[in-house]
Protein backbone atom coordinates (compact mmCIF):
# COMPACT_ATOMS: atom_id res chain seq x y z
CA UNK A 1 0.00 0.00 0.00
CA UNK A 2 1.62 3.52 -0.60
CA UNK A 3 2.38 6.09 2.03
CA UNK A 4 -0.12 8.58 1.84
CA UNK A 5 1.63 12.26 1.78
CA UNK A 6 0.09 15.72 2.30
CA UNK A 7 0.19 16.63 -1.45
CA UNK A 8 -1.40 13.24 -2.43
CA UNK A 9 -4.40 14.29 0.05
CA UNK A 10 -4.18 18.34 -0.70
CA UNK A 11 -5.58 17.19 -4.66
CA UNK A 12 -8.69 15.93 -2.31
CA UNK A 13 -9.20 18.13 0.48
CA UNK A 14 -8.44 21.95 -0.93
CA UNK A 15 -11.85 22.77 -1.85
CA UNK A 16 -13.51 21.19 1.16
CA UNK A 17 -14.88 23.42 4.46
CA UNK A 18 -14.99 21.39 7.75
CA UNK A 19 -15.80 22.04 10.80
CA UNK A 20 -14.18 20.65 13.53
CA UNK A 21 -15.05 20.27 17.57
CA UNK A 22 -12.15 19.82 20.11
CA UNK A 23 -12.17 20.79 24.17
CA UNK A 24 -8.80 20.50 24.34
CA UNK A 25 -7.41 23.62 23.47
CA UNK A 26 -3.79 22.62 22.99
CA UNK A 27 -4.80 19.88 21.07
CA UNK A 28 -7.06 21.64 18.99
CA UNK A 29 -4.33 24.45 18.07
CA UNK A 30 -1.71 22.14 16.99
CA UNK A 31 -4.40 19.91 14.56
CA UNK A 32 -6.15 23.30 13.28
CA UNK A 33 -2.80 24.07 11.85
CA UNK A 34 -2.33 20.76 10.44
CA UNK A 35 -5.78 21.36 9.12
CA UNK A 36 -6.01 24.90 7.64
CA UNK A 37 -2.74 23.49 5.40
CA UNK A 38 -4.91 21.05 3.93
CA UNK A 39 -8.59 22.61 3.73
CA UNK A 40 -9.98 25.32 1.83
CA UNK A 41 -11.70 26.71 5.51
CA UNK A 42 -11.94 25.38 8.83
CA UNK A 43 -14.61 26.22 11.83
CA UNK A 44 -13.35 25.35 15.08
CA UNK A 45 -15.08 24.96 18.20
CA UNK A 46 -15.06 23.85 21.53
CA UNK A 47 -18.10 21.76 22.18
CA UNK A 48 -20.32 19.56 20.69
CA UNK A 49 -23.33 22.39 21.53
CA UNK A 50 -21.22 24.84 19.41
CA UNK A 51 -20.85 22.28 17.04
CA UNK A 52 -24.25 21.87 16.25
CA UNK A 53 -25.18 25.52 16.34
CA UNK A 54 -22.75 26.35 13.72
CA UNK A 55 -23.67 23.21 11.82
CA UNK A 56 -27.37 24.65 11.34
CA UNK A 57 -25.90 28.01 9.68
CA UNK A 58 -23.49 26.48 7.24
CA UNK A 59 -22.96 23.08 4.88
CA UNK A 60 -19.37 21.57 5.77
CA UNK A 61 -18.20 18.61 3.60
CA UNK A 62 -16.79 16.95 6.75
CA UNK A 63 -17.26 17.74 10.21
CA UNK A 64 -14.80 16.24 12.54
CA UNK A 65 -15.44 15.14 16.34
CA UNK A 66 -13.61 14.41 19.69
CA UNK A 67 -15.99 11.97 21.89
CA UNK A 68 -15.84 13.57 25.65
CA UNK A 69 -16.38 17.34 25.35
CA UNK A 70 -18.73 19.67 27.86
CA UNK A 71 -21.86 20.54 27.24
CA UNK A 72 -22.71 17.66 24.52
CA UNK A 73 -20.70 14.72 23.77
CA UNK A 74 -19.28 13.59 20.44
CA UNK A 75 -22.29 10.86 19.87
CA UNK A 76 -25.31 13.07 20.77
CA UNK A 77 -23.56 16.00 18.33
CA UNK A 78 -23.61 13.31 16.08
CA UNK A 79 -27.39 11.69 16.28
CA UNK A 80 -28.41 15.21 15.91
CA UNK A 81 -26.22 16.09 12.68
CA UNK A 82 -27.50 12.73 11.24
CA UNK A 83 -30.99 14.30 11.80
CA UNK A 84 -30.70 17.05 10.01
CA UNK A 85 -28.48 15.78 7.35
CA UNK A 86 -28.05 11.90 7.14
CA UNK A 87 -25.55 11.85 4.33
CA UNK A 88 -23.04 13.75 6.19
CA UNK A 89 -19.45 12.80 6.50
CA UNK A 90 -18.16 12.71 10.19
CA UNK A 91 -14.75 11.50 11.38
CA UNK A 92 -14.46 10.75 15.42
CA UNK A 93 -11.31 11.57 17.29
CA UNK A 94 -11.33 8.15 20.38
CA UNK A 95 -9.08 7.38 22.47
CA UNK A 96 -8.09 4.28 23.04
CA UNK A 97 -10.09 4.04 26.03
CA UNK A 98 -13.73 5.11 24.58
CA UNK A 99 -14.65 1.21 23.15
CA UNK A 100 -17.81 1.84 25.21
CA UNK A 101 -18.88 4.52 22.27
CA UNK A 102 -17.92 2.40 19.45
CA UNK A 103 -21.05 0.59 19.01
CA UNK A 104 -23.34 4.01 19.23
CA UNK A 105 -21.02 5.22 16.10
CA UNK A 106 -21.44 2.37 14.31
CA UNK A 107 -24.96 1.75 14.45
CA UNK A 108 -24.83 5.91 13.49
CA UNK A 109 -22.88 4.60 10.49
CA UNK A 110 -20.14 6.46 11.46
CA UNK A 111 -16.41 4.36 9.79
CA UNK A 112 -13.71 6.86 10.05
CA UNK A 113 -11.82 7.46 13.17
CA UNK A 114 -8.66 9.28 13.53
CA UNK A 115 -7.00 7.58 17.45
CA UNK A 116 -5.48 9.67 20.02
CA UNK A 117 -2.40 10.31 20.47
CA UNK A 118 -3.05 11.85 16.87
CA UNK A 119 0.06 10.25 14.48
CA UNK A 120 0.52 11.52 10.84
CA UNK A 121 0.49 8.99 8.97
CA UNK A 122 -3.27 7.93 10.61
CA UNK A 123 -4.88 11.14 9.88
CA UNK A 124 -3.51 11.74 6.48
CA UNK A 125 -4.75 8.53 5.79
CA UNK A 126 -8.78 9.19 7.02
CA UNK A 127 -9.07 12.52 5.72
CA UNK A 128 -7.51 11.17 2.38
CA UNK A 129 -9.84 8.18 2.17
CA UNK A 130 -12.92 10.76 3.62
CA UNK A 131 -12.26 13.02 1.30
CA UNK A 132 -12.01 11.06 -2.24
CA UNK A 133 -14.60 10.03 -1.84
CA UNK A 134 -16.76 13.29 -1.05
CA UNK A 135 -14.87 14.17 -4.03
CA UNK A 136 -16.01 11.34 -6.35
CA UNK A 137 -19.81 11.86 -5.15
CA UNK A 138 -19.53 15.70 -5.96
CA UNK A 139 -18.24 14.31 -9.39
CA UNK A 140 -20.84 12.16 -9.90
CA UNK A 141 -23.63 14.29 -8.73
CA UNK A 142 -22.34 17.14 -11.13
CA UNK A 143 -22.57 14.55 -14.16
CA UNK A 144 -26.12 13.67 -13.07
CA UNK A 145 -27.16 17.10 -13.19
CA UNK A 146 -25.42 18.03 -16.16
CA UNK A 147 -26.80 14.35 -18.08
CA UNK A 148 -30.44 15.62 -16.87
CA UNK A 149 -29.90 18.99 -18.06
CA UNK A 150 -29.15 17.73 -21.80
CA UNK A 151 -31.79 14.90 -21.44
CA UNK A 152 -34.01 17.80 -21.21
CA UNK A 153 -33.00 19.86 -23.39
CA UNK A 154 -33.09 16.68 -26.03
CA UNK A 155 -36.38 16.09 -25.40
CA UNK A 156 -37.42 19.08 -26.12
CA UNK A 157 -35.74 19.49 -29.52
CA UNK A 158 -37.23 16.00 -30.20
CA UNK A 159 -40.49 17.27 -29.63
CA UNK A 160 -39.89 20.87 -31.62
CA UNK A 161 -38.74 18.30 -34.43
CA UNK A 162 -41.29 15.82 -34.06
CA UNK A 163 -44.33 18.85 -34.22
CA UNK A 164 -42.04 20.28 -37.88
CA UNK A 165 -42.25 16.25 -38.86
CA UNK A 166 -45.84 16.38 -38.43
CA UNK A 167 -46.34 20.26 -40.47
CA UNK A 168 -44.00 17.91 -43.23
CA UNK A 169 -45.85 15.45 -43.35
CA UNK A 170 -49.12 16.86 -43.94
CA UNK A 171 -47.86 19.30 -46.87
CA UNK A 172 -46.19 16.50 -48.47
CA UNK A 173 -49.83 14.51 -48.30
CA UNK A 174 -50.93 18.03 -49.82
CA UNK A 175 -48.86 17.93 -52.73
CA UNK A 176 -48.66 14.00 -53.58
CA UNK A 177 -50.68 14.29 -56.71
CA UNK A 178 -49.21 18.01 -57.75
CA UNK A 179 -47.55 17.89 -61.15
CA UNK A 180 -48.27 14.08 -60.80
CA UNK A 181 -48.71 14.67 -64.86
CA UNK A 182 -44.86 15.64 -65.31
CA UNK A 183 -42.70 12.04 -66.73
CA UNK A 184 -39.80 11.16 -64.92
CA UNK A 185 -36.78 9.28 -66.92
CA UNK A 186 -36.44 6.57 -64.47
CA UNK A 187 -34.00 4.87 -65.86
CA UNK A 188 -32.13 8.73 -65.21
CA UNK A 189 -33.48 8.94 -61.47
CA UNK A 190 -32.13 5.64 -60.73
CA UNK A 191 -29.13 5.96 -58.34
CA UNK A 192 -26.75 2.74 -58.31
CA UNK A 193 -26.84 0.89 -54.74
CA UNK A 194 -23.31 1.66 -53.97
CA UNK A 195 -23.93 5.04 -54.00
CA UNK A 196 -27.01 5.01 -52.22
CA UNK A 197 -24.95 3.16 -49.16
CA UNK A 198 -22.82 5.54 -49.70
CA UNK A 199 -25.71 8.29 -49.23
CA UNK A 200 -26.97 6.41 -46.27
CA UNK A 201 -23.31 6.56 -44.70
CA UNK A 202 -23.08 10.46 -45.34
CA UNK A 203 -26.70 11.19 -43.88
CA UNK A 204 -25.37 8.87 -40.55
CA UNK A 205 -22.61 11.49 -40.39
CA UNK A 206 -24.47 14.55 -41.11
CA UNK A 207 -27.51 13.56 -38.59
CA UNK A 208 -24.87 13.38 -35.60
CA UNK A 209 -23.06 16.72 -36.07
CA UNK A 210 -26.20 18.47 -36.81
CA UNK A 211 -27.15 16.74 -33.39
CA UNK A 212 -24.02 17.51 -31.39
CA UNK A 213 -24.08 21.63 -32.75
CA UNK A 214 -27.80 21.80 -31.48
CA UNK A 215 -26.89 20.61 -27.97
CA UNK A 216 -23.13 21.98 -27.70
CA UNK A 217 -22.76 24.69 -25.38
CA UNK A 218 -19.39 25.26 -26.85
CA UNK A 219 -19.83 25.92 -30.84
CA UNK A 220 -16.28 26.29 -32.49
CA UNK A 221 -16.14 27.72 -36.24
CA UNK A 222 -14.62 23.73 -36.56
CA UNK A 223 -17.94 22.08 -35.86
CA UNK A 224 -19.77 24.38 -38.16
CA UNK A 225 -16.99 23.22 -41.31
CA UNK A 226 -17.44 19.76 -40.75
CA UNK A 227 -20.82 19.68 -41.05
CA UNK A 228 -20.59 22.19 -44.41
CA UNK A 229 -18.00 19.65 -45.66
CA UNK A 230 -20.27 16.42 -45.44
CA UNK A 231 -22.82 18.56 -47.40
CA UNK A 232 -20.15 19.05 -50.00
CA UNK A 233 -19.51 15.11 -50.25
CA UNK A 234 -23.34 14.30 -50.49
CA UNK A 235 -23.33 16.92 -53.47
CA UNK A 236 -20.90 15.24 -55.08
CA UNK A 237 -22.30 11.95 -55.27
CA UNK A 238 -25.16 13.65 -56.82
CA UNK A 239 -23.14 15.75 -59.36
CA UNK A 240 -23.21 12.67 -61.74
CA UNK A 241 -27.22 12.43 -62.26
CA UNK A 242 -28.82 14.74 -63.95
CA UNK A 243 -32.30 14.38 -62.87
CA UNK A 244 -31.23 15.97 -59.02
CA UNK A 245 -29.19 18.51 -60.23
CA UNK A 246 -31.15 21.52 -58.85
CA UNK A 247 -31.15 19.29 -55.75
CA UNK A 248 -27.16 18.59 -55.86
CA UNK A 249 -26.14 22.61 -56.86
CA UNK A 250 -28.46 23.78 -53.73
CA UNK A 251 -26.33 21.14 -50.84
CA UNK A 252 -22.98 22.01 -52.51
CA UNK A 253 -24.48 25.91 -52.19
CA UNK A 254 -25.19 24.97 -48.65
CA UNK A 255 -21.75 23.45 -47.98
CA UNK A 256 -20.32 26.02 -49.03
CA UNK A 257 -22.30 28.29 -46.65
CA UNK A 258 -21.61 26.80 -44.06
CA UNK A 259 -18.19 26.74 -44.76
CA UNK A 260 -17.67 30.28 -45.80
CA UNK A 261 -20.04 31.70 -42.95
CA UNK A 262 -19.77 29.74 -39.77
CA UNK A 263 -19.90 32.17 -36.95
CA UNK A 264 -22.91 33.78 -38.34
CA UNK A 265 -23.88 30.04 -38.22
CA UNK A 266 -22.71 29.97 -34.39
CA UNK A 267 -24.50 33.66 -33.78
CA UNK A 268 -27.89 32.31 -35.08
CA UNK A 269 -27.95 29.07 -34.21
CA UNK A 270 -30.84 28.88 -32.28
CA UNK A 271 -33.09 29.64 -35.52
CA UNK A 272 -30.82 27.56 -37.86
CA UNK A 273 -30.92 23.81 -35.91
CA UNK A 274 -34.62 22.73 -36.04
CA UNK A 275 -34.92 24.08 -39.39
CA UNK A 276 -31.65 21.86 -40.25
CA UNK A 277 -32.77 18.86 -38.34
CA UNK A 278 -36.10 18.80 -40.42
CA UNK A 279 -34.23 19.23 -43.59
CA UNK A 280 -31.67 16.11 -43.49
CA UNK A 281 -34.99 14.29 -42.07
CA UNK A 282 -36.41 15.31 -45.21
CA UNK A 283 -33.14 13.90 -46.93
CA UNK A 284 -33.27 11.01 -45.88
CA UNK A 285 -37.00 10.53 -46.96
CA UNK A 286 -35.65 11.57 -50.41
CA UNK A 287 -33.24 9.38 -50.37
CA UNK A 288 -35.54 6.58 -49.25
CA UNK A 289 -37.54 7.25 -52.34
CA UNK A 290 -35.07 7.36 -55.04
CA UNK A 291 -34.24 3.96 -53.72
CA UNK A 292 -37.43 2.76 -53.17
CA UNK A 293 -38.17 3.70 -57.13
CA UNK A 294 -40.83 5.77 -56.17
CA UNK A 295 -39.77 8.74 -57.89
CA UNK A 296 -42.83 10.77 -58.42
CA UNK A 297 -43.01 11.21 -54.44
CA UNK A 298 -38.99 11.76 -54.61
CA UNK A 299 -39.86 14.87 -56.65
CA UNK A 300 -42.45 16.56 -54.65
CA UNK A 301 -39.41 15.90 -51.26
CA UNK A 302 -36.88 17.43 -53.80
CA UNK A 303 -38.89 20.24 -54.53
CA UNK A 304 -39.62 20.98 -50.40
CA UNK A 305 -35.88 20.66 -49.71
CA UNK A 306 -35.01 23.15 -52.11
CA UNK A 307 -36.83 25.62 -50.63
CA UNK A 308 -35.61 24.70 -46.98
CA UNK A 309 -31.93 25.17 -48.75
CA UNK A 310 -32.98 28.25 -49.22
CA UNK A 311 -34.07 29.16 -45.97
CA UNK A 312 -31.43 28.02 -44.34
CA UNK A 313 -28.88 29.94 -46.62
CA UNK A 314 -30.88 33.00 -46.25
CA UNK A 315 -30.38 33.07 -42.63
CA UNK A 316 -27.09 31.96 -42.38
CA UNK A 317 -26.04 34.80 -44.77
CA UNK A 318 -28.32 37.41 -43.05
CA UNK A 319 -30.76 37.99 -45.58
CA UNK A 320 -34.63 36.46 -43.77
CA UNK A 321 -36.58 39.42 -43.48
CA UNK A 322 -37.40 38.29 -40.08
CA UNK A 323 -36.38 34.69 -38.65
CA UNK A 324 -38.22 35.30 -35.09
CA UNK A 325 -41.46 35.76 -36.49
CA UNK A 326 -43.54 33.17 -37.64
CA UNK A 327 -41.10 31.60 -40.49
CA UNK A 328 -42.60 29.49 -43.07
CA UNK A 329 -40.43 26.49 -43.36
CA UNK A 330 -42.41 25.01 -46.43
Given at each position: ????????????????????????????????????????????????????????????????????????????????????????????????????????????????????PIKIDNILETLYDT????????????????????????????????????????????????????????????????????????????????????????????????????????????????????????????????????????????????????????????????????FNNARELHVSMITD??????????????????????
Amino acid sequence: MKTITIEHTLNFTKDLDILYAEDDLELQLHTQEFFDILFHSVTVVNDGKEALEVYKQKEFDIVISDIKMPTMDGVSLVKNIKKLNPQQSIIIISAYNDPQYLLDFINLNIRQFITKPIKIDNILETLYDTSKMIVNEHMIQEYRTSLEESNKELTQKNKDLESLVRILDAKLLQNVNKNSEESIDEGEAVIESEIIEELKELETDIGGAAVLISLSRHLNVTNIQVLGKLFLSYADLLDRYSTYKSLQEKIKELGESLNSAPQTFIDRVQDLSILLESFIYVLRLWRGKVEEKEFNNARELHVSMITDIVTIISIINGTEDDIHGDMEFF
